[in-house]
């Protein structure tokens, strides 16, 4: 089957990737489900979700190892996101990292290499290891996450910071603080944001009686309404975690929902807007 083809985003070295990709959070964490885990990342992979977020947090390396298996033999399809610890990331200890990933990934390079959130190593100490990397083809990009504007500043005025890549930051209806500020910040600069948990975990986010509405309007569910809404005004790569295949074919799919100028502000009107600075949500 010939997957249809997914919206995508342009990174700022112009590399195109696809809009919506897949999370690995909490996968690898039990050795009973990592198989059912890669296979559904598979199927992902085969509709055309060929970007993949991980770290070497999640399940302790367990979830680098679901991918890993998960693309064997099928490496040069997918665009590999994996993230360092903020207490790894020393110029030694970002390098260590990153070759203990690669090995738990079974890859050469990883394609975008984040540092997972601020710590207490000098960001450009870990930008500065970022960049041995990437002239050693280890990664072929790299970016932050959980970095507000005034971090996102400070790299930037780094020596080689205008090459970071992304940041991966919390997005979805109910934690859209990032729409103030953060978002139109990287849009001027042709950088995306990473969406991360872009379905509120499937929590209450899922219940909103505004997306239940705008979903019923479209024959869609909840969850595609809010990865449609995630995509909407471009700049942005939603990297929603299923384990579930009705869950991968749904988010599959949702790739084609666009909403109207009517939805959205239904959407607005329930998870209004930012009207001023918010601190940076994170999980
Ligand atoms: N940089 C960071 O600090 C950071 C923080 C959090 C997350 N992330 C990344 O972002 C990814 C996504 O975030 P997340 O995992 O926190 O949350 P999420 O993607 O918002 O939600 C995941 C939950 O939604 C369920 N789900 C998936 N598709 C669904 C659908 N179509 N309908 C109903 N439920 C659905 C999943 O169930 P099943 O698994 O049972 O299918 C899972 O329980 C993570 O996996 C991770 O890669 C990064």
Redesign the pocket.
């Known amino acids: 089957m010939t997957a249809p083809a997914l919206p995508t985003v342009r990174l700022p070295d112009g590399t195109m990737v696809p809009a919506l990709g897949q999370?690995?959070?909490?996968m690898g964490e039990s050795p009973a489900q990592a198989g059912a885990e890669a296979q559904?990342l598979r199927q992902g992979i085969e509709r055309g979700l060929t970007l993949i977020?991980?770290?070497e947090m999640?399940g302790n390396g367990g979830a680098e190892r679901v991918v890993g298996q998960a693309i064997a033999g099928d490496r040069d399809r997918v665009f590999l996101v994996s993230?360092v610890l903020p207490t790894n990331a020393s110029r030694a200890g970002t390098i260590a990292a990153c070759e203990a990933s690669l090995k738990r990934l079974g890859t050469d390079r990883i394609d975008l290499y984040?540092l997972?959130?601020p710590g207490s190593h000098p960001v450009a100490e870990t930008v500065g290891a970022f960049e041995r990397l990437r002239e050693a083809g280890k990664i072929l990009r790299w970016g932050v996450?959980?970095f507000d504007l005034a971090e996102m500043a400070e790299v930037a005025a780094l020596p080689g910071g205008a090459a970071c890549a992304t940041d991966?930051?919390?997005y979805?209806p109910d934690s859209r603080g990032i729409e103030f500020d953060l978002l139109p910040w990287c849009r001027a600069r042709g950088m995306p944001v990473m969406a991360?948990?872009?379905?509120?975990?499937?929590g209450r986010l899922?219940r909103s009686r505004a997306l239940g509405a705008v979903a019923a309007r479209h024959g869609a569910?909840p969850?595609?309404v809010a990865l449609a809404w995630s995509l909407r005004g471009g700049g942005v790569i939603a990297?929603?975690?299923?384990?579930?295949p009705a869950?991968?074919a749904?988010?599959v799919a949702?790739a084609a929902l666009v909403l109207s100028a009517a939805d959205v502000a239904e959407i607005d009107a329930a998870h209004p807007a930012p009207r001023r600075k918010q601190a940076l949500g994170?999980?």
Do not use: C, F
């Open positions: 999370g690995t959070w909490h559904a977020d991980t770290a999640y993230k984040l997972h959130w996450s959980n991966q930051v919390l979805h991360y948990s872009p379905l509120g975990q499937a899922l569910s969850a595609q990297i929603p975690k299923a384990s579930r869950h991968v749904e988010n949702a994170m999980l």
